[in-house]
């Protein structure tokens, strides 16, 4: 398969070719320790870098390590290999295994809802005593934190996993604009707030942390609308 940017049609300038090959348990084993003998890798990962500096590699890997990538824990391993460009796939193995990972993904997408909820709700709470001790480096740390889950959270409300954090954003921008979305994407600009930031003021007067909860406002609404009982968005600090 061809994997990244190319096989997604959003390649640019600094992207590089991604090929991944999938094979059985002995055929791997074989493989890496040819290359490793012919002295064209060291490596035992499968991972091999033939076309020059960085302009591209190959993985190997096992059914049973495509299959891990696969799953709804690994939602970003699930986003990249669920992504993919298939170039020889004769007997359906990667078809089969797509479409029962995009199922329980579906099916599992309540509890990673939930988890990516109280992941973010923890982050906004842990930045009000580094804001109040005008400790800039931890705020930084948590508003960074706080902005990434709440953007994974967004993804998941639309039914798709999310990516690795250099493809965040991206994924975000070619969503439909919305309120929540916009806002989402606008979050950052309260982080040039930090370097001046005072100690010991109201936490509504923080930039960062108002910005937050105004953000956290809007998707709990959204949460709302797909759990109307959910104690955990209100009560959320008994859950997480």
């Excluded at 797509?98 to 509890?111: S, V």
């Excluded at 993804?155 to 919305?178: G, I």
């Amino acid at each position: 398969m061809l994997k990244g940017s190319y096989a997604r049609g959003d390649a640019d300038q600094y992207s590089d070719l991604d090929f991944v090959l999938v094979t059985d348990a002995a055929n791997f084993s074989a493989i890496v320790a040819d290359y490793r003998a012919a002295g064209l890798s060291h490596r035992a990962d499968g991972i091999f870098l033939p076309l020059g500096d960085w302009d591209g590699h190959y993985n190997l890997m096992t059914f049973e390590q495509l299959q891990a990538a696969l799953t709804p824990a690994a939602t970003a391993s699930l986003w990249e290999y669920s992504n993919v460009k298939i170039l020889h796939d004769p007997n359906q193995r990667y078809a089969r295994a797509k479409t029962q990972a995009l199922t329980d993904f579906h099916r599992a997408l309540p509890n990673l809802l939930q988890q990516e909820y109280l992941t973010m709700r923890l982050q906004l709470d842990w930045l009000r005593q580094p804001l109040r001790r005008a400790d800039r480096r931890a705020a930084v740390l948590y508003a960074t934190s706080f902005w990434r889950a709440a953007c994974r959270l967004i993804l998941l409300l639309h039914e798709t996993p999310f990516p690795p954090d250099k493809w965040l954003f991206r994924s975000l921008q070619k969503l439909d604009a919305t309120p929540l979305i916009t806002a989402a994407m606008a979050y950052d600009e309260t982080f040039s707030t930090l370097p001046t930031m005072p100690a010991e003021i109201e936490l509504a007067d923080y930039p960062v942390y108002a910005a937050g909860l105004a953000l956290t406002e809007q998707l709990i609404t959204a949460l709302q609308q797909r759990f109307p009982e959910a104690e955990w968005l209100d009560q959320w600090y008994l859950y997480a």
